[in-house]
C-alpha cells in the first residue's frame, strides 16, 4: 500500500511560480510510475506529467511543456512539480498518482490505470 501527500499548493500572479511535492510512504518499487494530474471546475480531471522511478524518463502534456518541470528524488521518496511562468488556466486541484507498471505512454497518460492517488492541492493563478 502506498500513501501519497501533496503539498507546495497556493494562490499566485500569474508568470508567477510553484513547487508541488509529493511525499509517498510505502515501498515505492523501481516499476512505478509518478504522475501529476489535474482538474478544474467542471472539468474532467487531466494529464500533466509523468517520470518513471526507474531512469526518471520524463512526459508532459503540451500545454505545459517548457514550462513545468516533474522530478524525483529517491532517496526522500519524494516527486516535485515546479511549476514556472503560470497562467489562470493553470488553476485547479492538483493530484498526485502512483502507477504499479509503466506499460504504455498512453497508459501512463490516463487517470483511470492509476493505482493510488493523493488528496490534491489547490493552485490558483490569478491574472
Known amino acids: 500500500q502506498v500513501q501519497l501527500v501533496e503539498s507546495g499548493g497556493g494562490l499566485v500572479q500569474a508568470g508567477g511560480s510553484l513547487r508541488l511535492s509529493c511525499a509517498a510512504s510505502?515501498?515505492?518499487?523501481?516499476?512505478?510510475?509518478m504522475g501529476w494530474f489535474r482538474q478544474a471546475p467542471g472539468k474532467d480531471r487531466e494529464f500533466v506529467a509523468t517520470i518513471l522511478w526507474s531512469g526518471g524518463t520524463t512526459d508532459y502534456t503540451d500545454s505545459v511543456k517548457g514550462r513545468f518541470t516533474i522530478s524525483r528524488d529517491n532517496a526522500k521518496n519524494t516527486v516535485y512539480l515546479q511549476m514556472n511562468s503560470l497562467k489562470p488556466e493553470d488553476t485547479a486541484v492538483y493530484y498526485c498518482?502512483?502507477?504499479?507498471?509503466?506499460?504504455?505512454?498512453?497508459?501512463?497518460?490516463?487517470?483511470?490505470?492509476?493505482?493510488?492517488w493523493g488528496q490534491g492541492t489547490q493552485v490558483t493563478v490569478s491574472s
Open positions: 510505502g515501498r515505492i518499487f523501481s516499476s512505478y510510475v
Open positions: 498518482a502512483a502507477k504499479r507498471w509503466a506499460e504504455s505512454r498512453s497508459s501512463r497518460r490516463s487517470s483511470y490505470e492509476y493505482d493510488y
